[in-house]
């Protein structure tokens, strides 16, 4: 294992608290793809010596799911339970890599008693790059067609846009937009609880029309900023039996690809 | 008997406008149905939402052909409206032209030339919408769900408007060429009736031309109190009720879903060591009798809720958008909003009748909007993003969902699953809290 990860509960022992406290979602937690995400995402920040602590078994689901599919007992049960161990822990500043746990932490846990300074992943990267902490080699990437899917609940939801492009346009690739991007993008399908549950009947599914769109620049790579959006595409890309041409990875994979960690 | 032309002008215009005010009361009324919501925040960011969506038009302008003929319809409608206060000055005193004694020569001349020009681009918009809407097959405006009175709906109102500009220029070219033949005072320019219809009116006698400016005159009155008042029944309300829509508009940012404050309590209440199961409310405590949780009916949604499905204008554009949609699922956001204003409507009728709502044994859920439709929704937003009068059709299905969920416990198996687990797992997945971080050593 080439990195460190130490959780919230032994910062606290040692006295001290980190800089921000990784949130790592169930995605990124359990699902065997999303975990490179996160180990991508650890990687960097391990590199750079940004001082980040995860939950581990003291994180939960933060409820998203449950309150987009109409469940407002459930979410407010993890929401408030969450909010306890933050709040415990005294945590001020969150960095996620999923923007559904963001979209809840920053807009939803505040009137419940949560009050913290949430980012998501991009757009935390993008402030170390500001802050010069964070130095990017382009070169890896350089001529290789790549274009961006908008999360939801990053984009629309959150009006950020800015952020990932801004990390993508760092690796000398080239950036195509798809027609329906940024205000206007299409969703990946898995939203509002559709992840967990059969789409309902239609002419085809959602994922397969927004890779047709995506595949339709004939990228080498659609590059992501949400696990599920990544699931989703990636199950669309092996639908059109392109999974040898085209990758679907997240923003930090590349980055850390880019700097080969 | 001179004066029997006012007489007729005045009682039609105290009908017109008092069947209107009716109209405006019953809608006030069936609004006021739903939950009240407190959204009188940020005045400041309200009024200044209001002056850039509806009378800037800045979303509209996102789809430029229909933006643009759109303004033109849009401008030449509010500054026509002035010429309104001269109707019925003059219809109420006899006088003739009487604006043009209150702004002065070359004032009248710009002001009236300005309405003309207007009124032309008025006549393109509607005839190029007429085109586009029947026979250029817009696939937003050409969906099933349109058929119907929704379709000869935007029908008549394209026709009604073309029908007033086109009396508009009658009544001023017969003017122009009276007052050329010294028949009547000159006032004002009339650049496009003078250039394009002069030269055929030029071949009627005096008497023709009196009558045809008398009688375009009238039409045109009577068109305006007819159209007003025609609102009520069409989807055309959005040019009144966009000015709230905008102004009570959602602030927050869109992934921002409400907490329920009824549960919140709850589960403080159930989260409390301390706190007694058993417990008599204390003394002097309002009893708490939770509503419902969710929406099942339009007496569950709140008033911006129900002000936003009478101010839709059936325009379509969150359904081009939608996701569901476009991949052929039921769900149409512009038909949730279209389903929740009919029910409503069918609720007011109720209370027409009986005096006060009488059980009719039918829902906003089930009888008009489907649990399929509600199901494929994913929440996505771009059904909000889209309407350019800042619309919130999720917020209703949203809460539709929630009424499905917690009062009926009728969400699809899979969904069930996925909450028992997070409730049981807090993971949406059935692992253990203890493997959270497995990923670190794998």
């Known amino acids: ?20 406290l990784f949130w790592v979602g169930c995605a990124g937690s359990f699902d065997d793809r999303a975990k490179k995400i996160t180990k991508a995402f650890c990687k960097i920040l391990n590199k750079i010596g940004v001082e980040f602590a995860v939950l581990g078994q003291e994180e939960s689901c933060t409820g998203d799911p449950a309150k987009r599919a109409g469940n407002e007992f459930v979410f407010q049960m993890m929401a408030l339970t969450n909010i306890e161990v933050l709040n415990a822990y005294e945590v001020k500043k969150i960095v996620t890599a999923c923007p559904h746990c963001f979209n809840t932490l920053k807009n939803e846990y505040p009137s419940l008693g949560g009050n913290f300074e949430v ?17 990017i080699e382009g070169g890896a990437f350089k001529g290789k067609k790549i274009t961006f899917h908008d999360p939801c609940y990053l984009g629309r939801a959150n009006d950020e846009y800015e952020a ?16 329906r991007c940024k205000t206007n993008g299409l969703c990946c399908g898995a939203g509002g609880a559709q992840m967990f549950k059969e789409p309902e009947k239609g002419n085809k599914d959602i994922n397969v029309e927004r890779t047709e769109e995506a595949l339709s620049f004939e990228p080498k790579i659609i590059a992501t900023g949400c696990p599920f959006c990544n699931t989703m595409m990636t199950d669309g890309v092996k639908h059109f039996n392109k999974n040898t041409e085209v990758e679907v990875k997240d923003i930090v994979e590349l980055l850390a690809e880019a700097e080969d960690l | 008997m001179q004066y029997i032309d006012n007489i007729i002008f005045l009682i039609l215009l105290v009908a017109g406008f008092g069947l209107f005010a009716k109209s405006l009361s019953k809608i006030y009324r069936n609004i006021r149905l739903g939950r009240e919501i407190n959204r009188s925040d940020h005045k400041a960011e309200r ?36 010429e309104l206060v001269e ?11 009487f604006l043009s004694s209150i702004f002065g020569h070359s004032f009248y001349n710009f002001f009236t030339a300005t309405l003309e020009i207007l009124a032309l681009l008025v006549i393109i918009g509607v005839v190029v919408f007429f085109i586009r809407r029947n026979f250029y097959g817009v696939k937003r405006l050409t969906m099933k769900e349109l058929f119907g009175w929704p379709k000869h709906d935007a ?6 408007e073309f029908a007033l500009m086109m009396a508009f220029f009658k009544m001023n070219t017969a003017d122009w060429v009276l007052q050329q033949r010294g028949l009547l005072p000159e006032h004002g320019s009339f650049p496009i009736s003078s250039t ?19 009688a375009a005159w009238w039409f045109h009155f009577a068109g305006i109190l007819f159209f007003m008042n025609y609102l009520y029944y069409s989807k055309h309300l959005h040019i009144i009720l966009a000015f709230p829509s905008t102004w009570f508009a959602n602030l927050n940012k869109k992934g921002k879903f409400n907490n329920l404050e009824s549960v919140t309590k709850e589960i403080k209440l159930m989260m409390d060591p301390n706190a007694d199961p058993y417990a008599a409310p204390a003394e002097g405590a309002e009893a708490d009798v939770p509503s419902k949780f969710g929406a099942e009916d339009v007496f569950d949604l709140n008033q911006v809720q129900l002000l936003n499905a009478y101010s839709c204008t059936e ?18 956001p512009r038909l949730i909003l279209m389903k929740t204003r009919d029910r409503l409507e069918e609720v007011g009728r109720n209370i027409d009748k009986n005096g006060k709502f009488v059980d009719d044994g039918k829902k906003l859920l089930n009888d008009y909007v489907t649990k399929e439709e509600l199901w494929a929704c994913t929440t996505c937003n771009a059904c909000t993003e889209a309407c350019p009068i800042l619309l919130d059709p999720l917020s209703i299905i949203f809460e539709m969902r929630r009424f499905l969920v917690m009062e009926q416990s009728a969400a699809p198996q899979e969904l069930n699953l996925m909450m028992t687990n997070v409730e049981n797992n807090a993971a949406p997945w059935q692992y253990n809290q203890a493997d959270r971080l497995n990923w670190a050593n794998d």
Request: some cysteine; glycine content about 6%.
């Open chain 2, 315 to 332: 325009c379509g554009r969150c359904t081009s958008v939608c996701p569901a949609n476009i991949t052929g699922k039921k769900l149409s």
């Open chain 2, 155 to 160: 029908n008549w109102i394209l026709i009604i």
């Open chain 2, 87 to 97: 109707i019925i000055v003059d219809g109420i005193f006899g006088t003739h032209r």
């Open chain 1, 164 to 179: 990932p492009r801004m990390l993508l346009e760092k690796l000398d690739a080239e950036l195509v937009e798809m027609k």
């Open chain 1, 1 to 20: 294992m080439d990195f460190n990860i130490k959780t919230m509960a032994e910062y606290a022992a040692e006295g001290k608290s980190p800089e921000v």
């Open chain 1, 119 to 135: 980012v998501h992943h991009t757009q935390f990267l993008k402030k170390l790059m500001e802050e010069g902490r964070l130095k």
């Open chain 2, 47 to 82: 009024w200044e939402t209001m002056a850039r969506v509806a009378m800037g038009q800045s979303k509209m302008v996102k789809r430029p052909v229909a933006g643009i003929l759109h303004l033109f319809v849009y401008v030449g409608f509010v500054i026509i409206n002035i």
């Open chain 2, 196 to 214: 394009f219809l002069a030269p055929i009116f030029n071949n009627f006698s005096d008497s023709v031309l009196f009558f045809t400016e008398k």
